[in-house]
């Protein structure tokens, strides 16, 4: 059996939610959904702070695959295409625990859908226990209902897991005022309050999500994905990305 690595006293979060979106995959390359080089640095970057005794659970998203809103664009049923968003999101997570796995980290993959062959229910008790064995655990399936996004699964199994903090990879080093990519006077924020990034407006995660992190006191980071040790940096409290708390 895994146990769970003596915690490096240099980190600042023993427990965290890593919210992937499922576009960081791709790679930012057209063609196939999941370059596999993108996978393996992702998973390396997991594998690097668990081996640092950190509890890591994954959400990941599915829009590299399907996204439920861009479906209803297209003529697709919302809540049909909210579900097949679902299915892309489990597609993803098998993705991430078949590269962890390969490096050696024990994962397991929870789903808020039914799935026994290929993943386990969504058990918070389990998870926890899984986490107390050094395992990585994956929740896939957002929250297993239409309309919520995986920024709000995030912000779910934050409050649920007591997690320390959601740290949000993208591929933005962090909240700015205004479009960094559409405006060359954009001001980067370096830390936020819950209220002033409420009161602006600011894009950090739907409203739905946000509110929950914001009543149940679940600090976000906010960070680029492109530096390879991007998520060590940010869970030994570096100045890295931007910082939305209480």
Do not use: W
């Not at 996204?67 to 919302?78: I, S, T, Y």
């Amino acid at each position: 059996m895994q146990e769970t690595a003596k915690v490096d006293p240099k980190v600042k979060y023993k427990r965290i939610i890593l919210k992937l979106s499922g576009e960081v995959l791709n790679g930012g390359k057209s063609g196939d959904p999941i370059d596999a080089a993108t996978l393996e640095k992702t998973c390396a970057q997991v594998k690097e702070i668990h081996d640092m005794g950190v509890e890591v659970c994954v959400v990941i998203g599915g829009g590299n695959i399907f996204r439920g809103l861009h479906g209803a664009k297209r003529g697709v049923d919302r809540t049909t295409g909210d579900y097949m968003g679902m299915l892309a999101t489990v597609i993803n997570g098998l993705a991430i625990m078949d590269g962890l796995e390969k490096m050696g980290v024990t994962t397991r993959v929870q789903s808020a859908i039914p799935m026994n062959q290929i993943a386990e229910p969504f058990i918070l008790r389990r998870a926890i226990r899984h986490l107390e064995k050094g395992r990585v655990v994956i929740f896939v399936a957002g929250t297993g209902n239409p309309y919520f996004s995986t920024d709000t699964t995030a912000a779910l199994r934050a409050s649920e897991m007591h997690a320390d903090i959601i740290m949000k990879a993208t591929k933005v080093d962090g909240i700015y005022d205004k479009d960094p990519k559409k405006h060359a006077d954009a001001v980067k924020y370096d830390e936020l309050t819950f209220i002033d990034a409420l009161k602006q407006r600011l894009n950090v995660m739907d409203s739905t999500a946000f509110s929950l992190c914001l009543d149940n006191n679940v600090p976000i980071m906010v960070f680029d994905l492109g530096d390879e040790h991007a998520i060590r940096k940010a869970i030994m409290g570096n100045k890295i990305g931007t910082l939305v708390h209480s």
